[in-house]
């Protein structure tokens, strides 16, 4: 019987090899990703699944349940991946993963070492086992409730480089690119479309240069080992190497017509020794070796496998694995240790997106891809740096209200989320509308006024702006008018603002218009924040019936 | 391996440089030495130096543009403010335009006319922090069809995520359905604004974006209470075309709306009083607090208009805000709106 494999594996000349049919999944997978990235803007999103990569990572899906117990909205797409891994092995590196379609690009692009270099660097390498280490390490912090996997999983890198890294920079670019087209009389209107986000003056995002640093070193390392991230460093790889051992078809050698000249090894993406045993947990199926065969040595096939000339299972020692798994128990307490997340020494800055679960569950759950970030409207929610929740929340959305204001009827933060960091609500819920009236609304922190700062109180300068944008009815920010004497002897009236917080939601919008910038003369900090019993503030909210 | 170092036979023959070929390179050295020291040292005036003596001939130059005189001469000078009332709000604004002579005799066939709505915030209509999409509807559709303007654009820059804004106040969709482009902010959009006579806006930041090839403005407003100002209403309403750090200006909230009536001599302003913003403003947020005032104001003199809508429209008897008097100094128009308007019920 002739394998089906065989239909295309013909030989070099044919046109529909499985090589080229790989390379048309690569690029429809990368451009959807990029779609997925730019549709995840609040002019854009109507029920598009933007987050549907992250949803069909398994590893997301594994290292939550772990932590959470519990499957969220559609992380059971996770498990198409693991029955296609089951049935092709590591298809998903070389066929879907946008981070290997770039590693492979970029190495194709720019590694120009002659042939019997590139052999060499393609062989197996006895430290490619330190990826498995990372994935214990990673499954066993979650399981302890330190869901850390977005750190290294390529598909969170992805979307979080490409959101607060890499569209800012093009933003900017079309951005000066419709400049130019105006001035020369053109309209550049139809240039919006290509922007991430159009409509809004640029983007920042604090910390991005890290995210792209690190983001942009793994692409560098190609150049030194021909994919560097994907063999040696990459959890979710390692995760589909493990469920790959198993697969149905795999690469197979016919040990007759081999001839030994390694030139399979040319273009060998996962460095799995196809000249030899070739080891299934580490291939990625990318068919470059049955292209560079000339001798037809090479099959992917399910049938007639050699079974001696394979290695299938990653190549881990017992006491490794014992190690990588200690080492992720004494990871996950550390962390917690670290003293910046609990209900004593919490910062005052840790203020998370409507929506968000207690901190303690948010950190179970957010893979810090970002997504939020990437969807908010008026870029307050921004990657979190070590000052707010140290090592464990870095990356993680927090509101930064110095850049912007957490807006009134938005929620879409909430629809994004792929683990349910942020769970899901409604705008009615958000404003504690209707159905949720009982339950007030949704409070992210509470403002204060610092009165050695504000114009009114400190410097007898008329302004509350923080009164005229407070969206609240009533306004949780009111004014009373006095008459003092200013610095000249004249009588002045003043309006004096101040807070009542049964009646602030957190929303920062007083914070974000104050002409105090740089250290605001009214902040909001987390306390009171609605998702946590133990970081409230007030007994129960004041009414006129019912002062205290 | 390393190769073993290798030396010149005998009988090898060089391939030297000769004399005109260092003569040329000293040249060429020379020359490009001579440019050099020309650039950096000739003095600042010299044509192509570059030298910068005391540091600010590299500092930004602010070149600013000014904005043409949008005004139409009144049909009748007695008449400098329509008010329309009864009727929905096609109805009041086609009374109120009457009033002042009709629309054909301000904007002409093939002009490009340039709305501006207040969109300030991410509300919904009802809530009368925006302008009533009813009105720009309509006024887009006249403006188009009866008018026959070549091009009608809707532009605002609001406190709030703009492209939200203008979805969920319902003027964007309003605009785009009856036939507007609708220019969202970008950062490209601003140019310094030059305004004389101005006292805190001679120069600054101006959304100009939409500007370009227009030749006639119309302003919308939503009539709203402020806590600061007192009113927020047709002149303010120009606030949204202002860029930069613009929260500054309520320290002084009176002169800089006074400023924003010379900012900007607009063909006509419009105020919305279908739902008029009593108090909580200007944000709003509670159905309560706002009141159908059955009214649909356009003005030329926007001074009278606002002092009028001030009366009628937010029911404050007594003193008129401050901005009025200051706008009237400034040669806006006049705060005594007695026998210059005119209503049709």
Redesign the interface.
Known sequence: MKPLAAMFAGGPNRWLRLTRVRIISQIVFFVLFVLAVWAT???RLGGFPVSGLLELDPLVMLSTVLATGYVYKFLGWGLIVVAITFLFGRVFCNWICPYGTLHQLVGWLFDNRPGPQRIDQNRYHRTQYIKYSILIVFLVMSAMGALQIGLLDPIVMMYRAMTTFFSPLTD?AV??L??AV?DMGGGA?FL?SLKFA?????RIFVGSFWIGAIFLFFVLMNLWKPRFFCRFVCPLGALLGVIASKSVFRINRIVDKCTDCDLCLLRCEGASDPQSLVRQAECFSCMNCIDDCPEDALEFTMFRQDKKQVLPFPDMSRRQLVFAGALGLVAAPALRNNGLVNDENFSAKMIRPPGSVEEAEFLERCIKCDQCINAC??NVLQPATLAEGGIEAVWTPVMNFHIA?C????NLCSEVCPTGAIRRISVAEKLGEGPYAEQGPVRLGTAFIDTTRC?PWANQ?????C?????????AIQ?HDEETRDVFGQMVVL?KPFIVPDLCIGCG?CEA???V?DQPAVYVTAVGESRSKNRRLLLRSRTPERPI | MKKPKQYPHAGYQGDYLSRRDVLKRALVLGGVGAAGVYLAYAPEHHPLSLRDRTGLRGMPVEDPFQLPDFRVAATNRNVQVGVGRGGTAREMLLKALDAVGGLAHFVQPGDVVLIKPNVA????PNLGATTNPAIIDTLVRLLLVDARAAEVRVADNP??????CF??SGIGAAAEQAGG?VY?????AFEPLYTPGARLIEQWAFFK?PF?NVNKVIGIAPAKD???CHASLGIKNWYGLLGG?R??F????HEIVSDLSIMIRPTLTIVDGTRVLME?G?????PA?VRDGNAILVGLDPVAMDAWAFEHLLLRPGRLPEYLYKAEQKGSGKVNYTDRIKVIT
């Open positions: 803007w609040t002019s900017t951005g000066h419709a400049g105006e209107m919006d159009p409509g809004v003056e640029s409207p008026t204001h807006q009134l009827k938005c114009l300068v008329p302004c509350v702006v009164e005229e944008v407070c969206p609240v009815a009533p306004k004014t309006n919008i218009e104050c002409p910038q | 915030f991410d509300r919904s406190i709030e995520s703009p492209a939200d979805a969920k482009r969202l902010p970008d950062p490209n974006r370009k402020h806590n600061l750090r929260n500054q309520h320290q002084d909230i909580n200007p944000t709003g947020g509670d607090n």
